[in-house]
């Protein structure tokens, strides 16, 4: 073989070759792309169940949180009523340890009295019993 039908024989070797890998990497191109919208609608639709359950997540949330304010709120009130309940109470203890206060200086004044009427009863005996004799 001569010079020339070797190198003709390696540039047509080489073109075939060329040709079968481009013809290799234009099917391989076709299956990608074939498979490149289910893949991608199989990442959406991935994408979109995460941004359901995070959506549904945030709603469930906002729900339990407005019945927790709801019930901070409900024991609010109800911890105002017990704390104006205390203070009715603590009022009528401090009343009833007035009144039983105002009843000891009471009884205090009548023994006071009872005492002072004795001894008046007393000294008026003694002044009939002297005026007597």
Known sequence: MSDEASIAALVKSHKEKREAKRAANDKKLK???S?????????V???????LDIFTNQHVLESESKELQGQAERFYKQSQGWLALFESFNNSLKELGDMANWATVIESDARETVRALD????TQKAVKAMDGS
């Open 31 to 33: 299956e990608v792309l």
């Open 35 to 43: 498979i490149v919208p289910q893949v991608s609608t199989a990442l």
């Open 45 to 51: 639709e991935n994408v979109n169940k995460d941004v």
């Open 119 to 122: 001894e008046m009863i007393r």
